[in-house]
């Protein structure tokens, strides 16, 4: 997935990066990483996708902590 791709999604969600980042258990300093590099790993498209799911079927994200975006 490409970067631009990345943020789009985390906007979807109502996420900032360095929440994310917090949520998955990594340094936020990997997100300048991925940005360098345009393109962030397979894994975290597929993390994405599965929120993006949920976020669907479920739209209160709130139960869950997901909804902050800090």
Known sequence: MDYEKFTA???QL???KTHFMRYIGMSTGTISTWSKAGKVP???EVHLDLMLKAKAMLP???LYGLDHGD
């Open 14 to 16: 109502g996420m900032k």
């Open 9 to 11: 999604q985390l906007e």
């Open 42 to 44: 397979r894994w975290v």
């Open 60 to 62: 209160d994200l709130s």
